[in-house]
């Protein structure tokens, strides 16, 4: 009784922030919504409707869902190699120096974080540019062609969610039962044979947990992209238009607030099925394997 005397003014917060808010979308999703007009009728799934037939939308979440899954192929290997080589190889005096070093671009603010990418992805004064001529290449217009523009943001927001990632797979590692790999390398197997057939199984739930943060957190992509691909006034360009831009511009710029808030719903469904998918294949392969 006591526990849950506790729970409940947590529980209420968590309603009052989180579930509220939710179904206060879903309600605005069905009506016309604007800030000017005192009338706001209901209207349906009109809102829905419009959203397959605007081009907009379609261009920013099909932008959107090219980042989220681009940093998730890209984040998941690469911070579990890291976490391996972190935790294997300088488990004594350096360890702790690497994980944090490798943990401040998580925890370093996004504008600042991506005023300095763009700097680095820039036409004329960039460095990747300079060290691309320096090895005798052709410099690139990274920010202003719709292909590598997109390339550029999967790679700041990798870099950006990389740091998490390996901590979390670090102390996951550090929490494998031992007894494992000691038999594993009395019956002969290799370090890689041992992280193939024994750490990646055993990581499963920690690669779950990774994968639905960084897709999710993918899936909310904004402040890249409007830094990034915004040009001298702060207008971002159509080839980098993304989920959450379109819902602010729906939202605070043409005032379809109810227009705005049926993409938010969109979207809250597309995370709740790929979640779903995941922890799906998540059971599935772990009954294959027993």
Known sequence: ????????????????????????????????????????????????RELLEDDLFQTALLNTAII????????????????????????????GFYE????????VSLVPAAMAWKWIFDAK?????????????????????PVLSILCIIVLCSWQALGYAVLIYI?????LPHSLYEAARLDGA????????????????????VSVVTLVSGFNVYAQAFVLASDSQGA????????????????FRNYRIGYAASEAVVLL???????????????????RSR
């Open 269 to 287: 469904v597309i995370v709740l099925i790929l979640t779903l998918i995941q922890f799906s294949l998540l059971r599935e392969k772990g009954g």
């Open 236 to 251: 971002p360009g159509r080839q980098v238009r993304v989920l959450v831009m379109d819902m602010l511009e729906n939202s």
């Open 68 to 95: 989220a899954f681009g940093v998730l192929l890209i984040t998941i290997p690469l911070s579990l190699g890291l976490a391996a080589l972190i935790y294997h190889r300088t488990r004594s005096r350096f360890a």
């Open 171 to 175: 102390v996951g590692f550090k929490n």
């Open 1 to 48: 009784m006591f526990a849950l005397a506790a729970l409940i003014p947590v529980l209420a917060i968590y309603v009052w922030v989180r579930i509220l808010p939710i179904g206060e979308i879903l309600r605005l999703s069905l009506h016309k919504w604007d800030i000017i007009s005192k009338n706001k009728p209901f209207i349906g799934l009109e809102n829905f």
């Open 190 to 209: 290799s370090s890689f044979q041992a992280f193939r057939f024994l750490s990646i199984p055993l990581l499963k739930p920690i690669t779950l947990y």
């Open 100 to 107: 944090t070093a490798i943990f401040i671009p998580h925890v």
């Open 125 to 145: 004064l960039g460095p990747l540019n300079a060290l691309l001529m320096k090895f005798g290449m052709e410099p690139q217009a990274w920010l202003f062609d």
